[in-house]
């Protein structure tokens, strides 16, 4: 029955002592201020070098088929990688797997880094990749360019995965994430104790639904005291963070291995500066916006300047109103999900426990962060905080390019419910549906009550955060 007593090491949560030897304790954490949690030391420079070069991933596409099918990526796509990842794109690792065999494999930078007018920015959430297919029959086609035995069973490997996790990671709209999802996937089909891999499903999975989620930046990190928006990575987060072996890595051991330098990537994490707001700022306006701010927003999200704060406070869904899904245990925060992680290796230093409610998050670098909200809902800062102008069924360009200075958030156009967008007719995978379960845009209406004057400066200091 695993080692529920664990969990009665940290203290700051509701978890019943009662639980130890009998049932497992609860897995829910309350509304309210998240406490802190000790952190293993890292070094960031070793911990960069670890996250664009090291096999976390575990396995990937031999690179002979790789190359047959990619060019090599254009220089600005391109990281300071000597060797063989130095053709590579910023979201691709080459590394040897145990059986000897050289695979390409995506990091975490597939999700965690995105063009901003023109450049790309290490840390920043990706909103314009497209989760919109079911990519398992190119992993399956991959297979008729590989003839060497041992690139095969790479190849099989990785294929099965895919094609285990394929079906419940497609999503609705380009730009919104499926993580929370493939985390679940990936924890149904392991033993817990062992993390040996099943082709079969070993845990039911969380209802089926693919639960949208705009990528975090990784700058707020330095300030919070749980990962995700719920708040449910408690614990080590180093250890948390690596839950992206779980595609491949199939044994405790393989695990320790990754997990003794992940101390050096969250310290890499921590080094992260937001981009600075590239355009002009009306000095004037931006301070009186700051009085708006300390006074309406500053309790939920802290304060910026000479005297920072951040209060780590979870809101619950009855305040904060916005889309309740994600916050009521889909995905990995289902409670199966939840239980799987607590008793399997990530559990002996970390553990999920997600709250009904909501991250205010801190807003440094607000600006580059768009689209708002957890699911991506909300294009525009403008449109956040006066709620009567959010549009229900729009499309943007997915141009980084494409930015309003005067809204502060992507340019959209709204469109009748139901109508198509080109380029891809009748397919709709370009339009943001906010009917769709889990994409609503409803809720954070604290704005609403600003006055137009008093919503303009609050912008104008954002900007400046
Ligand atoms: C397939 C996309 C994807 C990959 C790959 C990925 N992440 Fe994430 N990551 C996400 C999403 C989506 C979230 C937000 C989930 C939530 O809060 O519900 C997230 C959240 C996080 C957070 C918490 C941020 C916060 O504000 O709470 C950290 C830290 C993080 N990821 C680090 C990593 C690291 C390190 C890797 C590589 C080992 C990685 N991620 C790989 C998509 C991804
Ligand atoms: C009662 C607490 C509370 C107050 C007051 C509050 N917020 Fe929030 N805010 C939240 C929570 C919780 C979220 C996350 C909601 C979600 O993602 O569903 C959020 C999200 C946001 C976001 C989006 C962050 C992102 O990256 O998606 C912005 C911007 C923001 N708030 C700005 C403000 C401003 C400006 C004010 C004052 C006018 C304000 N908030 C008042 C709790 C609050």
Redo the contacts with the bound molecule.
């Keep these: 029955m695993g080692k529920p007593c664990t969990f009665t090491l940290y203290a700051g949560i509701a978890l019943s002592l009662a639980a130890c030897g009998g049932d497992e304790p609860s897995i829910e954490s309350p509304v309210g201020p998240i406490p802190a949690y000790d952190q293993r030391a890292g070094d960031a420079e070793a911990g960069w070098q670890a996250?664009i070069n090291n096999g976390?991933v575990g396995c990937g596409v031999p690179r002979s088929a790789y190359n047959q099918v990619f060019s090599p990526a254009p220089t600005w796509a391109r990281l300071d990688r000597g060797g063989t990842n130095a053709s590579l794109p910023y979201n691709f690792t080459s590394f040897r797997t145990g059986s000897g065999v050289e695979v390409v494999s995506?990091?975490?930078l597939?999700?965690?880094a995105e063009t901003l007018r023109g450049q790309l920015v290490i840390g920043l959430?990706?909103h314009t990749a497209d989760y919109t297919d079911d990519i398992s029959g190119l992993a399956v086609l991959a297979g008729g360019l590989i003839t060497d035995p041992a690139e095969r069973a790479e190849w099989e490997k990785w294929r099965d995965r895919v094609v285990a996790v394929a079906p419940y990671t497609i999503t609705k709209t380009v730009g919104v994430?499926?993580?929370?999802n493939?985390a679940a996937v990936l924890f149904a089909h392991r033993d817990a104790e062992t993390l040996a891999w099943s082709n079969e499903l070993l845990m039911e999975l969380p209802p089926n639904i693919v639960v949208p989620?705009?990528?975090?930046?990784?700058w707020?990190?330095q300030k919070?005291n749980?990962?995700?928006?719920?708040g449910?990575?408690r614990g080590d987060?180093a250890r948390?963070?690596?839950?992206?072996?779980t595609l491949c890595v199939d044994t405790v051991d393989e695990a320790r291995a990754i997990d003794a330098y992940?101390p050096d990537?969250?310290a890499y994490?921590l080094t992260l500066q937001p981009p600075a707001w590239p355009f002009a700022v009306d000095a004037a306006l931006a301070a009186t916006g700051k009085d708006v701010f300390d006074g309406t927003c500053a309790r939920c999200h802290g304060t910026y300047g000479e005297v920072e704060t951040y209060p780590n406070l979870i809101v619950g869904l009855d305040e904060v109103n916005t889309d309740p899904v994600?916050a009521s245990g889909a995905?990995?925060?289902a409670e199966g999900a939840v239980r799987w992680f607590n008793r399997s290796f990530f559990g002996e230093l970390s553990f999920l426990s997600p709250a009904r409610g909501y991250?205010a998050?801190p807003l440094d670098g607000i600006w580059a962060t768009a689209p708002f909200l957890?699911n991506g809902s909300v294009p525009t800062l403008a449109a956040l905080l006066d709620s009567s102008t959010r549009p229900t069924y729009f499309t943007r360009s997915y141009d980084t390019n494409d930015y309003d200075e005067a809204a502060v958030g992507w340019r959209f156009t709204a469109l009748p419910a139901g109508q198509d967008a080109e380029p891809d007719a009748g397919r709709k995978t370009r339009i943001y549906d906010t009917g769709q379960l889990g994409y609503g845009n409803g809720g954070h209406t604290f704005g609403d009550a600003l006055t137009a004057e008093q919503r303009r400066a609050v912008i104008e200091y954002l900007k400046t955060l």
């Excluded at 994430?177 to 929370?180: E, F, L, Q, R, V």
């Excluded at 989620?213 to 990784?218: F, G, K, Q, S, Y």
């Excluded at 948390?240 to 072996?245: D, P």
């Design positions: 996250l976390y995506p990091n975490c597939q999700c965690h959430g990706s994430n499926p993580a929370d493939l989620v705009d990528v975090p930046p990784w707020r990190m919070k749980a990962m995700f928006y719920d449910a990575g987060h948390i963070m690596m839950t992206a072996s992940f990537v969250r994490l994600l995905a990995q925060f991250v998050p957890h």
